[in-house]
């Protein structure tokens, strides 16, 4: 199923036209022109390009893990679990004091 959604790639202002055009299946040139000539002589409000932007949900993002927070965390690869764990601990503490100092 087809949702609307504003662009987050093709936008220029709020991705509006983007998303529509996404959802049209069209080039988003296309339907920045036609909104531009539907503005500018009066026929379609900029309120109504504003009340679109706040009611169409922003496109959500696909598979994206944000990686900034934390770090990523490995399996030890040796027999002995308490030693790795011991490793793994001691580099993060050491990690923690750099960034205190």
């Known amino acids: 199923m087809k949702r609307l959604y504003r662009s ?6 709020a991705g509006v036209c983007g998303g529509i055009a996404k959802y049209l299946g ?3 040139t296309i339907v920045r022109i ?3 000539l539907l503005i500018v002589p009066g026929g379609l409000s ?5 009340a679109l932007a706040i009611i169409i949900p922003l496109e959500p993002r696909e598979n994206v893990i944000d990686e900034s927070y934390g770090e990523k965390f490995s399996e030890p690869k040796t027999d002995s679990y308490e030693e790795s764990y011991r490793n793994i601990y001691e580099e993060q503490k050491k990690k923690s004091d750099e960034d205190f100092y």
């Open 46 to 50: 900029i309120w109504v390009y504003i």
């Open 34 to 36: 036609v909104t531009f």
């Open 26 to 28: 069209i080039d988003s």
């Open 8 to 13: 987050r790639d093709d936008a220029m202002f």
